[in-house]
């Protein structure tokens, strides 16, 4: 793959003699950040503000290129890559330009010649990835891995040969594949087996292709002694926002990975996350299926309060035969009412002459955004003035998707101001406090003024 820089230089140009170019020019080139070995690249140059002829000559390795360069042209030159390097893996990208003045003094002839950029060159032709069919392998286990060679076109690479080596975590050799002397089109599939005492830890799959050690591709995995569950805990609730006079449905069972039920024992546990106190705490004995109970959110989860209470349920089922064990939790809110709720957003201090703005959000009683298009707040606004007068004004917020917007420009001569907002029954009222300049200004330009 090849990316691509862009590098822009900027040239003066000096005379050789004694007069002076001084006209500032640019040229920008791009080209290719990594050559390999056999293939031709173009190299991309753009003169701009060019307004005579000018020459260019680009040099990399053993290729020079000229092309003339007028104003606004974008021209490509074909740099062509010598089939071998050497033991260089840098070469520089050199660029000369040329251009013949008439001046007072005469004819006069201006060069300069810049290196861009150092190249890198890369011999290597394809890429290597390995893959195994999962991360973590218990002792006893057999280990399937797979090794996929493909060309700098991503297509099937031809292997001619292939050396794997399998180390442990002591970094000892514990599987070869060996000088295969088959053709492999791309793909290479192979597996082994682990023993039951095998040593614990990260081990290393390494390939080397067609004798290619520097190229060397390898693939860590982890052995380790886990126990994965063979079976699954589930915990439904049909409702997640209750109010206080309601009942709380909740269903739980577990089930193995090929869907049947698990027979075991439940613990079911909820507990209020809001104080902390546990409300509930039972085991059930031989449960084969789904298993549903039911409790008063006001008299057996202790929701007495007027204040909406969080609650965390968790069910932990144990299989009566192998004595595993799987969790499964889900969280849960009980409200004292099903009042809406807003929240008001405002300048903490407000400046006589400049505009004061107001964000009204408007929520259910569940605490999601009301969809309403229609539905309006009532904001008013309060000024009392600096001879004593007060003056009101009332403003209808339109709700769109659940917030209200309204701004107001505050007259030169007020003293005190107080923010009243009414939607439904919710009501809101905060008085605010006169601020400075510096204050007054940032609060309203950043954060509350209109865009």
């Not at 390494?206 to 063979?230: G, H, N």
């Not at 024992?265 to 546990?278: E, K, M, W, Y």
């Not at 004595?323 to 006589?352: C, L, Q, R, W």
């Amino acid at each position: 793959m090849n990316f691509f820089w862009l590098f822009s230089l900027s040239l003066l140009f000096n005379i050789l003699h004694i007069e002076c170019y001084n006209k500032e020019e640019f040229v920008t080139i791009w080209a290719p950040q990594t050559f390999y070995d056999t293939k031709d690249y173009n190299v991309v140059v753009l003169s701009n503000n060019i307004d005579k002829r000018t020459e260019i000559a680009l040099q990399f390795r053993r290729s020079l290129a000229t092309v003339s360069l007028v104003s606004d042209k974008v021209l490509k030159v074909r740099m062509s890559n010598p089939n071998k390097s050497g033991s260089k893996t840098k070469f520089n990208l050199i660029m000369t330009l040329h251009r013949n003045e008439t001046g007072s003094t005469g004819q006069r002839h201006m060069c300069m010649t810049q290196t861009l950029q150092e190249i890198q060159a890369e011999k290597k032709n394809f890429f290597t990835f390995i893959q195994t069919d999962k991360p973590i392998y218990k002792p006893g286990d057999d280990v399937r891995f797979r090794i996929i060679v493909v060309d700098r076109d991503l297509k099937p690479y031809h292997m001619n040969n292939i050396n794997i080596n399998v180390t442990d975590s002591l970094n000892r050799p514990i599987k070869v594949f060996d000088d295969l002397g088959e053709s492999y089109l791309g793909v290479f599939t192979q597996n082994f087996s682990l023993s039951g005492n095998t040593p614990l830890g990260i081990w290393k799959i390494r390939a080397v292709i067609d004798k290619m050690e520097q190229w060397e591709t390898s693939k860590e995995f982890a052995v380790s002694k886990y126990t994965l569950p063979p079976f699954a805990a589930y915990i439904q609730l049909k409702e997640k926002h209750l109010l206080t006079n309601s009942i709380l449905k909740l269903s739980f069972y577990a089930k193995y990975s090929f869907e049947d039920f698990v027979r075991g024992n439940a613990q079911l546990t909820i507990t209020c996350t809001t104080n902390g106190q546990v409300v509930v705490s039972k085991t059930f004995n031989d449960i084969a299926n789904i298993h549903t109970v039911k409790y008063k959110a006001q008299d057996d989860l202790k929701a007495k309060t007027r204040t909406k209470l969080d609650y965390l349920a968790t069910v932990v089922f144990t299989d009566s035969e192998s004595g595993i064990s799987a969790n499964k939790s889900i969280k849960f809110t009980v409200h004292a009412d099903n009042s809406p709720k807003i929240e008001p957003n405002h300048p903490a201090k407000f400046m006589p002459g400049l505009p004061f703005g107001i964000k009204v959000s408007v929520y259910d009683w569940t605490g999601k955004l009301i969809e309403s298009t229609h539905e309006r707040v009532v904001i008013k606004l309060e000024c009392r003035l600096q001879n004593g007068e007060v003056r009101t004004y009332v403003f209808d917020g339109v709700i769109r998707r659940g917030v209200a917007i309204v701004n107001a420009l505050i007259s030169d001569d007020t003293d005190e101001l107080t923010v009243k907002i009414q939607y439904i029954l919710v009501t809101y009222e905060k008085k605010i406090e006169k601020g400075s300049v510096i204050v007054g200004i940032n609060k309203i330009a950043v954060d509350y003024m209109p865009k």
